[in-house]
């Protein structure tokens, strides 16, 4: 088998794994939507609902039950650890209490998080201010340094050509529209079978336009291996003669096949990517398709135990003696809000 043969058939091998890992990516982000929007966002909306509920009855709490001033701060405490993280929206009816209890514990908590202590600091509000403005500083220079790089390569792009690159680049230009007509050729053989009224009765016209459509398709997206796959169905060619493709025309074929190969790597990555943007998942998070359903399976068992826990602290919250015993047991930091 001759080198060219070999690239071809590494080739091949490799876009078709390519393909079966683009169709299980696409599979697996089917699946983790559906189950996203069947059965973790509805936990979600539920223990949004109970977070607001166990807020007002903790406000209520100290409205009518007689609490020490160590129990209300406790709950002050609560309450704004519950409500961290809130807009507006989510918080809903329970933003009187929020406000009037995050007023109430502002004070002892300030040292401990910026986050609650209030209305923001002017000091840090500049702070964030004066930030921004460096950011947007190193940006304008390294946009300068960008650019200058880019007039530098443009300007060694732009000169005098030696006679072997410019005799490189003809060739490499020839090569590239002798790829592109090999693809245009078999195109056309199929055209040419493929074409219904050539059909010998309606049920062979049926066929014939279904293949027609998936060779149009290919040929859109200069898909050599299915427009080959094609004339093998249609038998203007069979297997041996797919192996004894001429060197020359085996050397275009490939340089096409590279293009796919590369073409179908950087589909895979944005798909990735796209994934990874829609639903928070940094980088540092190793993802395969098989593995997004676990991880997904993960976040809704975890939502599942918050649901069961503010159920159970909205049940505590029914009576004086059992808020008092929780309360007493409760150290800030340890308690699970989402």
Partial sequence: MSEAQQTFNTLSRKIEQQRAQLAAWETAIGQFRQKYVHELLPLFEQSLALRRALILALDEAVAHWDLTGREVKTVDALIVSLAEGLSDEEAGDAQ????????EAAAQLAPQSAALSGPPNLDEASEADLLQQ???QVDAMQAELDAQAAARAAKRSGRQKTLRQQARASRDALETKQASL?????????VSVLHPDRAANPDEALRKTVLMQQANEAYEKNDLLQLLALQLAVEQIDQTALLNIGESRLEHYNRVLVEQLAELTREIRHVEAEFRRQFGIPSSTGLAPGKLLRLLTKDVVTMQQVVF????????????????????????????AL
């Fill in 182 to 190: 090999s693809v245009r050729e078999v195109y056309r053989k199929l």
């Fill in 96 to 103: 009187p209490a929020i406000a009037r209890r995050h007023g």
């Fill in 134 to 136: 460096i950011q947007a």
């Fill in 309 to 336: 826990q503010y159920k159970n602290d909205l049940l505590v919250c029914a009576s004086a003696d059992k808020l008092k015993a929780w309360l007493r047991q409760f150290q800030p930091g340890q308690y699970m």
